[in-house]
């Protein structure tokens, strides 16, 4: 369990480097960040969660690009990770962060009115 949480933190940072400095799509957004990543215990797959910000056109232009680009990913991560089995790379759109702003919001908008009251 322990071997699977560090190689999930590894293929986050290297995943992350791989996007920030190697891709060159023009439809991935600059603030697109790489939330976590849930490995399968064969190694098999790898589940990246991903926080767009942006509109929701900008999210599904981000998405498709890191999808479009995760053959190539792969073989970056192959270059920079040696285990015997890469996983194959699934993105996976991440809102808690939305969502969690979205809950701030409105319990703010509660104080505000028993403030009033």
């Not at 790489?34 to 990246?48: C, F």
């Not at 999808?67 to 890469?86: E, P, Q, T, V």
Request: charged share 35%; proline share 3%; with cysteine.
């Amino acid at each position: 369990m322990q071997r699977l949480n560090r190689i999930s933190e590894e293929l986050k940072k290297e995943i992350s480097r791989i996007i920030m400095n190697e891709l060159k799509d023009p439809r991935i957004s600059a603030m697109c960040s790489i939330v976590s990543v849930e490995t399968t215990p064969d190694l098999k797959y790898a589940k990246v969660y991903v926080s767009i910000f942006g509109n929701n056109e900008e999210k599904e232009n981000t998405l498709k690009g890191l999808k479009n680009a995760s053959g190539f990913i792969r073989k970056k991560l192959g270059d920079a990770i040696k285990i015997r089995y890469l996983p194959e790379i699934h993105f996976a759109l991440d809102e808690s962060i939305e969502h969690g702003a979205r809950i701030a919001q409105i319990l703010n908008e509660i104080n505000k009115k028993e403030e009033g009251e």
